[in-house]
């Protein structure tokens, strides 16, 4: 089970999520959003870790999208994507984690991106509420192709590490305030997946 820590805007919280033991982290390329990140910036962050760095992308052409993810380690697109647009991106042997909402009409949607090789996310489909369980026993299966997302903190994470998912996402839920990490939170959030939450 890995970390992802998402959301990240500077060199301090990447060497952060680093340290304290972050599998990746993931970067925001959309604007007029409080974690935006331009492109130079996240070539900065890139290269102060050794941990993979991924460019989060919800608009734009697939193709700029996978030419921007030849310059990480991967590109996440959180948006449900054409069949069309998974052909390209399929072609491209780009690394994509690509967005599933945590609702039963996707459920097929997600089996074809894991048959093409991709890391489905699940995720909510609306800002403010928690990745529901009852969603993960649907899917329960194929949850170690997955990974999710959505109202995750270093509190309740515990809830789901039974799910053995292969990617546990965190970005809000580890935050002093949008864009700037707190270390504790990181912390307890990557020893709560890493360790079941045990005392160390």
Do not use: W
């Amino acid at each position: 089970m890995k970390v992802k820590i998402c959301g990240i805007t500077n060199v301090g919280d990447a060497k952060l999520a680093e340290e304290k033991g972050a599998d990746m982290i993931g970067i925001v390329g959309e604007e007029n959003t409080p974690r935006f990140v331009n492109l130079e910036r996240a070539n900065e962050i890139k290269k102060s870790v050794s941990i993979n760095v991924i460019y989060v992308k919800q608009s734009g052409n697939i193709n700029d999208i996978v030419k921007i993810g030849r310059l990480f380690d991967g590109v996440q697109i959180h948006r449900v994507l054409f069949l069309s647009e998974l052909n390209e991106l399929e072609k491209s042997s780009v690394n994509a984690i690509l967005y599933i909402p945590a609702l039963p009409e996707y459920i097929q949607y997600m089996n074809t991106i894991i048959e093409k090789g991709f890391t489905p996310l699940i995720d909510v489909h609306k800002k403010g509420v928690q990745l529901p369980i009852s969603f993960l026993e649907k899917v329960k299966e194929k949850l170690r192709f997955a990974g999710i997302a959505g109202g995750l903190t270093p509190e309740n994470v515990i809830n789901y590490l039974n799910y053995k998912a292969k990617i546990y996402d965190v970005s809000s839920g580890v935050e002093k305030y949008p864009g700037k990490k707190d270390e504790v939170k990181v912390e307890k959030f990557i020893e709560a997946v890493k360790y079941g939450n045990q005392e160390h």
